[in-house]
């Protein structure tokens, strides 16, 4: 932010009607704007400058929204992403998310609630300050600073899901995550139903996979979540 504490936000949409919208209420709240139509424009913004938080439409000329996700989260361009998307499917909405949003919001939507998801967003950067950050678990060394996972000294690859829930399970070792606490942390309060249920034990399995996971590390505690079991030194 500022020094005065006002937001410097970012919006990457091409829709004329959609972002003045976003533009007028976002400012008439004491935000500052940059506004980009295009994916070009609005990459070589990011690179280019701070900002406090992404407004960024899925579907933009030039650059779609998840080719700009991948080649900044691959930049290690931590800047917290809202994508706006007029998909519906399950499928897209993972898909956006694993790729590097850390929120998203259906086309039409209410601008209070586009206001108060940025809110949420910033809030959590700040739980979270930037820098490098290095964990060893047993024999794996996750690096959340260059987004790398190195298992016995080999690096495994995971999504950026995937990566997020171990982050998330490293911070709370030790103690259960809930179900609950992985929808809104990690799929930014999307509604816990049985379709995110299922996608949530799909990337656990994954992960448990990737990892190797013999040590059972990682451990199902059942009807209330997870948890990742610290080895004792």
Request: proline fraction near 5%; glycine fraction near 8%.
């Amino acid at each position: 932010m500022t020094p005065s504490g006002t937001p410097r936000l970012l919006l990457i949409e091409d829709e004329s009607h959609t972002g003045t919208a976003i533009v007028e209420w976002l400012e008439s709240e004491g935000s500052i704007l940059t506004w980009k139509r295009d994916g070009p424009h609005g990459l070589e913004a990011l690179r280019n400058s701070n900002f406090d938080a992404v407004i960024l439409d899925w579907m933009i000329p030039g650059l779609s929204g998840l080719d700009i996700l991948k080649r900044i989260r691959s930049e290690g361009k931590k800047t917290p992403v809202l994508l706006l998307t007029a998909r519906d499917a399950v499928e897209d909405r993972v898909r956006g998310l694993d790729t590097g949003a850390d929120d998203y919001l259906m086309k039409p939507f209410a601008l209070p609630e586009l206001a108060a998801r940025l809110r949420a967003l910033m809030r959590r950067d700040l739980d979270y300050p930037s820098g490098p950050r290095i964990w060893t678990v047993a024999e794996m060394e996750v690096n959340e600073f260059t987004h790398t996972v190195k298992l016995s000294g080999a690096e495994i690859s995971l999504t950026g899901k995937e990566f997020q829930i171990l982050v998330l399970l490293i911070k709370n070792s030790n103690r259960v995550v809930s179900r609950e606490t992985l929808a809104r942390e990690i799929w930014s309060g999307m509604r816990r139903a049985t379709p995110l249920d299922n996608v949530i034990d799909v990337h656990l399995a994954n992960l448990r996979r990737k990892l190797d996971d013999g040590q059972r590390l990682i451990q199902t505690v059942r009807g209330i979540g997870f948890l990742l079991r610290s080895p004792s030194k």
